[in-house]
């Protein structure tokens, strides 16, 4: 199976700054990862994805970062901003299953 | 767009007691699925299904029991409540099993069950 977790539960962050939230993963034969963002009082929202053939994908203002080699992957947020602030879960899905780790949650300071 | 919906948001139950989450979606799309999710944990997969008709065993399946009669509607019982069910429910469905870019799994609003 896949065993997926985040480094840090809780980040602090600067309006305006770069957010780092990182993720390991055990399972070396996961392919796939995603990038969700959890609202309080709601359900988890796709943020990015990128498949295991590929090392740097971007989006607006988020970039997911993979690193095969020690098995971790990265979300990097551009100037954060209040509306940022959640909870970010890692997936990784290897066969049918995506595991999902604890979460981090994001808080912003203006 | 109505995407995946759950019915009810909140409910509490005694200890015994049955019930039903009910989703449903209107994307057509094949394959739905039930997690959980306790306090700052990650979600844990109950049930899925692949098709109407077809459903398995996710990690944390006992004590559970889902039904795919049609396409849009994935409904997930709870038999006999106990206390360690208590837990934040979510459906979910996406176009096909494997994930690539552009087959998001996309979820419902969650379920807040209580069993007291």
């Known amino acids: 199976g896949e065993s997926v977790g985040l480094h840090l539960p809780t980040l602090s962050v600067q309006e305006g700054d770069n957010s780092i939230i990182n993720c390991a993963y055990s399972?070396?034969?996961?392919?796939?990862f995603i990038w969700y963002k959890q609202e309080s009082g709601k359900g988890p929202q796709f943020i990015i994805d990128?498949?295991?053939?590929?090392d740097k994908r971007q989006g607006q203002r988020v970039t997911v970062l993979l690193n095969k080699t020690v098995k971790h992957l990265s979300l990097q947020i551009a100037a954060t901003q209040p509306g940022d602030s959640a909870v970010y879960f890692c997936?990784?899905?290897?066969?049918?299953?995506?595991?999902f780790g604890a979460g981090t949650t994001v808080t912003v300071r203006a | 767009n109505a995407g995946v919906t759950q019915t009810p948001k909140f409910r509490i139950l005694k200890i015994g007691q049955s019930m039903t989450l009910q989703c449903t979606q209107d994307?057509?799309?094949?394959?739905m699925y039930w997690y959980r999710q306790d306090p700052g944990m990650g979600l844990k997969l109950i049930y899925y299904?692949?098709?109407?008709?077809?459903?398995d065993k996710g990690e944390v399946p006992n004590g559970y029991n889902v039904s795919r009669s049609t396409t849009e509607d994935f409904p997930l019982r709870l038999e006999l409540a106990a206390p360690s069910q208590t837990s934040v429910y979510f459906c979910?469905?996406?176009?096909?099993?494997?994930?690539?870019?552009?087959?998001?799994?996309?979820f419902g609003e969650g379920s807040w069950l209580t069993v007291v």
């Open positions: 979910a469905s996406s176009l096909t099993l494997r994930g690539s870019s552009g087959n998001t799994i996309y």
């Open positions: 399972n070396s034969a996961s392919d796939y």
């Open positions: 990128i498949r295991s053939n590929m």
């Open positions: 997936a990784g899905q290897g066969g049918y299953k995506l595991s």
């Open positions: 994307m057509n799309h094949n394959y």
């Open positions: 299904s692949v098709g109407a008709g077809i459903t």
